[in-house]
Nanobody, 132 residues
Framework: QVQLVDSGGGLVQPGGSLRLSCTAS????????IGWFRQAPGKEREGVSY????????YYADFVKGRFTISRDKAKNTVYLQMNSLKPEDTAVYYC?????????????????????????WGQGTQVTVSS
């Protein structure tokens, strides 16, 4: 299993920026899709973004399009989520997770986030708080 450590959360004012990092024991090329999820108090965990190592495609949930950017540094086994123009409703614990890309190819082809059960490795979560 891939071991993940996510970090970079903190307290920021509305309109501010944060960059989250997800560092893995390995991100094997052409095997893993790496996703970001978030969970606010009292709400279900929801998909935010992903990047596919096999085809190089990215996905963004509608509520973050134009504000968040996902990227990957293969040499560092790290995936980043750059979050700009943050809003109070972005407040949540953010988690990175991995799925075997071959198993979720149909979801990637449809341009949607795969169901959570396809993600087998998870980071511990990092708190993002957007408040004035």
């Amino acid at each position: 299993q891939v071991q993940l450590v996510d970090s970079g959360g903190g307290l920021v004012q509305p309109g501010g920026s944060l960059r989250l990092s997800c560092t893995a024991s390995e991100f094997t090329a052409d095997y893993w899709l790496i996703g970001w999820f978030r969970q606010a108090p009292g709400k279900e965990r929801e998909g935010v973004s992903y990047v596919s190592s096999s085809v190089g495609t990215t996905y963004y949930a509608d509520f973050v399009k134009g504000r968040f950017t996902i990227s990957r540094d293969k040499a560092k086994n790290t995936v980043y989520l750059q979050m700009n123009s943050l809003k109070p409703e972005d407040t949540a614990v953010y988690y990175c997770a991995t799925a075997w890309d071959d198993l979720v190819s149909k979801f990637r082809a449809m341009g949607v986030m795969p169901p959570i059960e396809y993600f087998g490795s998870w980071g511990q979560g990092t708190q993002v708080t957007v408040s004035s």
